[in-house]
């Protein structure tokens, strides 16, 4: 069963720090681009950054320099390294996993974090 399966998410205070983690199993094509993206209540999904075959990454403006993504070497297992949280990182945070020739993506079931002192 194709599954992206999200971990690492919970209640940090202002300042500290998070691990979530990504696994994507029972996908049997490449998974060329691995995706994080958050949504805050009321808010639309938003990409927070990408990890692309290869090593390359991207990320969105606000969290430049305070997150970053990784990902096992051969697997599909992403990270998403999150430090010196805000308030307004608060949001649940989803996976996601693409085959770029095929188009085919899929997305995990989220994972909430929130900062909160």
């Known amino acids: 069963q194709e599954q992206v399966t999200e971990s690492g998410g919970g209640l940090v205070q202002p300042g500290g720090s998070l691990r979530l983690s990504c696994v994507a199993s029972g996908i049997n094509i490449p998974i060329n681009v691995m995706s994080w993206f958050r949504q805050a209540p009321g808010k639309q999904r938003e990409l927070v950054g990408r990890?692309?075959?290869?090593?390359?990454?991207k990320y969105v403006d606000s969290v430049k320099g305070r997150f970053t993504i990784s990902r096992d070497h051969g697997s599909n297992t992403a990270y998403l390294q999150m430090n010196f949280l805000k308030p307004e990182d608060t949001a649940v945070y989803y996976c996601n996993a693409v085959n770029v020739a095929s188009g085919t993506f899929f997305w995990g079931q989220g994972t909430q974090v929130t900062v909160s002192s």
């Open positions: 990890i692309i075959e290869g090593g390359t990454t």
